[in-house]
């Protein structure tokens, strides 16, 4: 009896450790990815609604994998998420964006809003604030604005997300609510926390035009971000009919497909010059 139930607790640890290896794998892999330099960032361009003018760009994490190819970021974040692993991701990213903006800022304007998506968990972290100040101190002084982009979860259960707030800003970085719509009771975080930025998610932006009667929804956030003071990004702006809606409701920044894709840091410049040109 003693034997079996021993062997049978062989078994079951040896089943779970192969689970768990299983289950740790792309774990592994992300750490690996890292390491090996397999991720980088893309830069999509936000223009200003009324002149369509470069405003900034929004930061976007790419990882090619060496077998699987271009994994899009959906699909690998909620999974560092899940085995907390977005710390040292997000590091990554700082490291990455820090390195391509030495480059970037000799020929992007001074002011260029520089956009990144952090997560809930990192932000709640107790080295949070210290990450940021060294990301700071590794990008080119006085050069680009910092927004962060926070989804409408990060606030769920986050008692200390106001003195971060706070502290952001005393660092200058702007705050931009994300996704806004497609989480749950967002519109008591935005009483609650001074964000600077809405963003209207792209399925508010994909169902214009496509009813006779426009969003009605789509309207009464655009109208509760103008008493709110905030400026309004819209996303996945693909259409010129979509665009030109937007701006009539008053949106103050568009970014989507309409402008431009994602692009490499060489291919970002480009876009700039050729927008200078116009
Ligand atoms: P998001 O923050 O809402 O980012 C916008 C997404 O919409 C991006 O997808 C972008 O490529 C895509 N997009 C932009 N314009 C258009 C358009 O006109 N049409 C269509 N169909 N799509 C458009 P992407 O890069 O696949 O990123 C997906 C999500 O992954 C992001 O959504 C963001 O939540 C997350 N993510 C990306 N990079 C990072 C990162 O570095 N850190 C964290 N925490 N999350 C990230
Ligand atoms: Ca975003
Ligand atoms: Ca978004
Ligand atoms: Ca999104």
Redesign the pocket.
């Known amino acids: 009896i003693l034997l079996t139930g021993l062997l049978s607790a062989l078994f079951m640890s040896a089943a779970s450790w192969l689970l768990l290896t299983l289950y740790q794998r792309p774990g592994k892999e992300i750490m690996q990815g890292i390491k090996r330099g397999q991720f980088h960032v893309e830069y999509?361009p936000l223009v200003t609604a009324h002149d369509g003018q470069p405003y900034g760009v929004?930061?976007?994490?790419r990882w090619t994998h060496p077998t699987e190819g271009m994994i899009?970021?959906?699909a690998f974040?909620s999974n560092a998420e899940a085995q907390n692993l977005?710390i040292p991701l997000?590091q990554h990213?700082f490291k990455l964006v820090a390195r391509d903006a030495k480059f970037l800022c000799q020929q992007l304007p001074r002011g260029t809003r520089m956009s990144?998506?952090?997560?809930p968990l990192h932000l709640a972290s107790e080295s949070f604030r210290q990450h940021v100040q060294e990301w700071i101190a590794d990008m080119p002084k006085d050069h680009f604005n910092y927004v962060f982009?926070i989804?409408e979860r990060t606030m769920v259960g986050e008692r200390n997300a106001g003195e971060i707030f706070a502290w952001l800003h005393e660092q200058d970085i702007k705050i931009a609510i994300?996704?806004f719509g497609t989480g749950h009771s967002a519109l008591i975080y935005l009483e609650r926390y001074p964000f600077d930025y809405l963003k209207i998610d792209?399925g508010f932006v994909q169902s214009i035009g496509t009813e006779t009667v426009t969003s009605p929804v789509l309207d009464a956030v655009l109208l509760l971000a103008k008493k709110l003071n905030l400026k309004t990004v819209a996303?996945?702006?693909?259409t010129g009919d979509q665009a030109a809606w937007l701006v009539n409701r008053g949106v103050t920044h568009l970014?989507?497909?309409?402008f431009s894709r994602?692009l490499r840091p060489e291919n970002l410049i480009s876009y700039y010059q050729r927008q200078a040109a116009l």
């Open positions: 999509q929004e930061a976007l994490l899009p970021p959906d974040i977005i997000t990213l990144l998506n952090l997560s982009e989804t994300d996704d792209r996303e996945g702006v693909e970014q989507g497909y309409l994602p």
